[in-house]
């Protein structure tokens, strides 16, 4: 590890739980974030920040003035441009010691294949279940960490799916195809601090996944009520009859 990269992960070094060999994980590593909206956004920086050495960033979508109140890795001056070239330009200005990939492109069943099978972990801050699901399914295939996120209103969940492992859920444990309606804050609005309060915790979620440090999640949803302050963790047992990872 160069003088540099001791100086500005010297914090995160400092940690007895991290120290330079975790570091050097973190700086190995490669994730994949799928979305660059209201998640994604404060996902990506956090990572980037924290020193993930490849970050491959996936959306097909395009700066809007309604994206700006919470998608914060974007400014004023990128509307009109597609996110992952303005999202791209943020990380690299952040840390330039990092590798940014993009895939601008919509997402399904072959090319999320292409992206996931050389990455450690998937953060999906996508806000439909279409999406999810099939993220979800190419991961269990893959067999790789999936760590969702949804946010609306005042509200957010996380929770982390290692649906390749024995004993542990997947997303379609938790919801079924038939019979989810999709709550997205295009719809029904959402508070900006709250995506940057649900996004920063995937960002810590991936890194302890990564570092394979405390409670990681897996099998338990966290719910997070901001109006409240309130945060609860309910268990997720794995579904002997889910289609994906049974």
């Given at each position: 590890?160069?003088?540099?990269?001791?100086?500005?992960?010297?914090?995160?070094?400092?940690?007895?739980?991290?120290?330079?060999?975790?570091?050097?994980?973190?700086?190995?590593?490669?994730?994949?974030?799928?979305?660059?909206?209201?998640?994604?956004?404060?996902?990506?920086?956090?990572?980037?920040?924290?020193?993930?050495?490849?970050?491959?960033?996936?959306?097909?979508?395009?700066?809007?003035?309604?994206n700006l109140q919470r998608q914060i890795i974007h400014q004023t001056k990128d509307i009109g441009?597609?996110?992952?070239?303005?999202?791209?330009?943020?990380?690299?200005?952040?840390?330039?010691?990092?590798?940014?990939?993009?895939?601008?492109?919509?997402?399904?069943?072959?090319?999320?294949?292409?992206?996931?099978?050389?990455?450690?972990?998937?953060?999906?801050?996508?806000?439909?279940?279409?999406?999810?699901?099939?993220?979800?399914?190419?991961?269990?295939?893959?067999?790789?960490?999936?760590?969702?996120?949804?946010?609306?209103?005042?509200?957010?969940?996380?929770?982390?799916?290692?649906?390749?492992?024995?004993?542990?859920?997947?997303?379609?444990?938790?919801?079924?195809?038939?019979?989810?309606?999709?709550?997205?804050?295009?719809?029904?609005?959402?508070?900006?601090?709250?995506?940057?309060?649900?996004?920063?915790?995937?960002?810590?979620?991936?890194?302890?996944?990564?570092?394979?440090?405390?409670?990681?999640?897996s099998g338990s949803l966290l719910l997070v009520d901001a109006l409240d302050l309130s945060f609860?963790?309910?268990?997720?047992?794995?579904?002997?009859?889910?289609?994906?990872?049974?």
């Amino acid at each position: 590890m160069e003088d540099q990269e001791l100086l500005r992960y010297s914090k995160q070094i400092m940690l007895p739980q991290v120290d330079i060999e975790g570091q050097q994980k973190i700086m190995d590593s490669t994730v994949l974030i799928i979305g660059m909206g209201g998640l994604g956004s404060p996902t990506a920086l956090y990572l980037a920040a924290a020193g993930v050495g490849h970050i491959v960033i996936a959306d097909f979508d395009q700066v809007e003035l309604s994206n700006l109140q919470r998608q914060i890795i974007h400014q004023t001056k990128d509307i009109g441009e597609d996110k992952v070239n303005s999202a791209k330009n943020k990380l690299i200005e952040l840390n330039p010691e990092i590798k940014v990939t993009i895939a601008n492109e919509l997402i399904h069943t072959d090319n999320l294949s292409e992206l996931i099978k050389d990455v450690d972990i998937v953060l999906d801050g996508t806000d439909n279940f279409e999406s999810r699901f099939e993220i979800n399914k190419v991961c269990v295939e893959n067999k790789k960490p999936l760590i969702s996120a949804a946010v609306v209103r005042f509200e957010g969940q996380v929770s982390v799916f290692k649906g390749h492992e024995k004993d542990k859920p997947c997303y379609q444990c938790l919801y079924s195809v038939e019979g989810e309606e999709n709550e997205s804050c295009i719809d029904n609005g959402v508070l900006a601090p709250v995506a940057g309060l649900i996004g920063t915790i995937q960002a810590l979620q991936a890194i302890k996944v990564l570092l394979n440090l405390g409670d990681q999640l897996s099998g338990s949803l966290l719910l997070v009520d901001a109006l409240d302050l309130s945060f609860r963790k309910v268990k997720i047992g794995k579904d002997l009859k889910c289609p994906v990872c049974n």
